[in-house]
Structures are given as C-alpha cells and as structure tokens.
C-alpha cells in the first residue's frame, strides 16, 4: 500500500523558513522522481520543485528558484523542501508527489503517480 505524508507545514512570517518533509512508503522509491506541487486558493495545481532519482536532476519553478531547495534520501525514503525568505504568495497547500516517468515535463501534474494529501503552508504577518 502506497503511502505518502507530508508534515512541516505551518504559519510563518514573511521572510521566514519552513522545511516540509516527505516520508513515503510501498513503492521502490530509489526509482521514482519525487515532486512538490502547490495549490493556493482559486489557482491551479502548480510543481513548485522536483529531484529525479538518485538526485541526477533537480528542477524548480521560476517563482521559487534561488529560495527553495528540494532533497532527498533514498535511504529513508524520505524528500524535503527547504523553503526560505518565503512570501506572501506562496502561501499554498502544498503536497508532495511520486513518478515513475517525468517524461518531458517535470511539471506535469499528469505524470505522477502517487499524491500525497497535501500541507498547509502560511505566510503572513
């Protein structure tokens, strides 16, 4: 049974840090890329960071470049996303996701296989 469960969400202030964990089970997580998407409220579903396996590719979005940085440990089966100087709009529920083949697109929701149920990120004074 696939598992997958996102913790570290929470309020923080603007310019502050917040480091969301992934731990994942039931399937061979050696061989599948491992994202994080976002969603806000009234928006779109969004891939905010991936890592490939084995960590041979890292992608981020443009909006988060610079200020979030996405790892993992294979030995653990867990992913993280480091997220730093956060703003306003990243203000999302966040969710944490698991593919067997990107393909072209790391981006593409479409292309994953297993979701997380997502954690609530807040930033705000």
């Known amino acids: 049974q696939v598992q997958i469960v996102e913790s570290g969400g929470g309020l923080v202030q ?11 089970s039931g399937f061979p997580f050696d061989d599948y890329a491992i994202g994080w998407f976002r969603q806000a409220p009234g928006k779109e579903r969004e891939g905010v960071s991936c890592a490939s396996s084995s960590e041979l590719s890292k992608y981020y979005a443009d909006a988060v470049k610079g200020r979030f940085t996405i ?18 709009e990243d203000t999302a529920v966040y969710y944490c996701t698991a593919s067997w083949d990107l393909g072209s697109a790391w981006n593409n929701a479409a292309r994953y296989n297993y979701w997380g149920h997502g954690i609530q990120v807040t930033v705000s004074s």
Do not use: A, H
């Not at 603007?14 to 994942?24: D, F, I, N, Q, V």
């Not at 089966?77 to 703003?87: A, G, I, R, T, W």
């Open 71 to 88: 790892s993992r440990d294979d030995d653990e089966s867990m992913v993280y996303l480091q997220m730093n100087n956060l703003k306003t």
């Open 14 to 24: 603007p310019g502050g840090s917040l480091r969301l964990s992934c731990k994942t």
